[in-house]
Every structure is written in C-alpha cells, then in structure tokens.
C-alpha cells in the first residue's frame, strides 16, 4: 500500500479569492504530491512500516528506521498536514466562512474569551512563528481544553498527540503569488475559507478515534 493524495474536495479556482488557483495548483498539486511521492519512495523497501495509515506511521516514527526518520518525519508530516489543511476549508460562501456553532462555538468563547479572541491568537501565533511551518487549534486531550500551537516545517500534531481542529499553512509556497510577503494578510483572508461546520464535527469524531485527519 502507497499513500495517495486525495483529490482536491472542490475547484482549484473554488477558494477565490482568498486563496487564488494558481497557488491551489502548485500547492495541491505539486508540493502534496510532492511529499507523498517522498514518503512513499522512503519506505518502498521496509515492509514493516508498508501498511501502517499515516497516522500510526507519524504516531509510530520512533520504530522508524534511524536512516529514514527525518524523511518519514518531514514528507509524512507533510501529507498529513495538508491532507487535513484541504479538507477545513469550503468556497467562500458555500460553506466557506462566517462562524462556529454549537459546542464548538461554546467551547472557543470558554477558552479564548470570544471567537474574535480566538481568532486574534490564531492569526498573532501564525504571523509571530519564524520561517515555516503550520499553526494550528488543538485539542488537549487531558487538560480538555482548546489551544492555539505552532509547529516547525511539516511536523504533524500526530508527533504531540494533540488533534487538530484547524490548520493553516505558514509556508510561503502557501501565500506568496497573491499575498506575497504578507503573512499576516493571508491570515486574515483565510477565515473566508473555513469550513465550520466540518470543523464543528471534528472533536466528536476525535473523541471517538476517527478523525485524527
Ligand atoms: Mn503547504
């Protein structure tokens, strides 16, 4: 068994105009791949690891041979991030955008105060991280609490075991045709894009071991 990028769940032109079509053809198609390609190329001869889902594999890295750790670590890491990345987001207005509800929506004013606050964090985090890399919204599985978090190039919350509800992409090949050196504009744009109502189900199906990714 070989991992696969799955495909894109809309357009590429579908998140315009936050995110343009040109970087949903780079980033989907060519750096996902990319990593998929790498990983699997990675583990071709070691049967034990062939089989495992990318979560256990991420979960697992320290049964992975010493000389593809880092390997496994960064192109695995990478597949699993954006393997969820695709999946949060919607097209603005068709599912894309406005706010959590429900328990979640709860949950964001018990531990950040607002959905603003929440927000404001997650955007601060992503604009403070240095380099590359992914912010995130986690789920602390002990403390039961939400939590914003940044993690270095293509590390996967898989490594921390701490679920993630959203991610957003801090690499540049993410941003940089439309945003161009703009982080903290794309941050901002990307909340057109998020799929509350998928994320909104999230920590169910994290609860009852399902939706790692
Ligand atoms: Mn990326």
Request: hydrophobic share 40%.
């Amino acid at each position: 068994m070989t991992y696969e990028a799955p495909p894109l769940p809309y357009a590429h032109e579908a998140l315009e105009p936050v995110i343009d079509a040109e970087t949903m053809r780079l980033h989907h198609d060519k750096h996902h791949q990319a990593y998929v390609d790498a990983v699997n190329k990675a583990i071709a001869d070691q049967p034990g690891l062939q089989g495992k889902t990318i979560e256990d594999l991420l979960r697992g890295l320290d049964q992975v041979p010493e000389t593809i750790r880092s390997t496994v670590r960064n192109n695995g890491g990478g597949h699993a991030n954006h393997q969820l990345f695709w999946k949060i987001m919607a097209p603005p207005g068709q599912g894309g955008g406005g706010e959590p509800q429900g328990a979640l929506a709860e949950q964001v004013v018990r531990d950040f105060g607002s959905f603003e606050g929440m927000r404001q964090a997650f955007e601060a985090a992503g604009a403070r991280h240095f380099g590359s890399g992914w912010v995130f919204l986690v789920m602390d599985p002990r403390a039961k609490r939400l939590e914003i978090l940044t993690l270095p190039n293509q590390d996967s919350v898989l490594l921390i075991g701490k679920p993630a509800l959203l991610a957003n992409d801090l690499w540049e090949h993410a941003y940089y045709l439309k945003h161009r050196n703009r982080r903290p504009e794309y941050l901002k744009a990307w909340w057109g894009v998020v799929n509350w109502r998928y994320v909104g189900e999230r920590p169910q199906g994290i609860r009852e071991g399902k939706k790692q990714l």
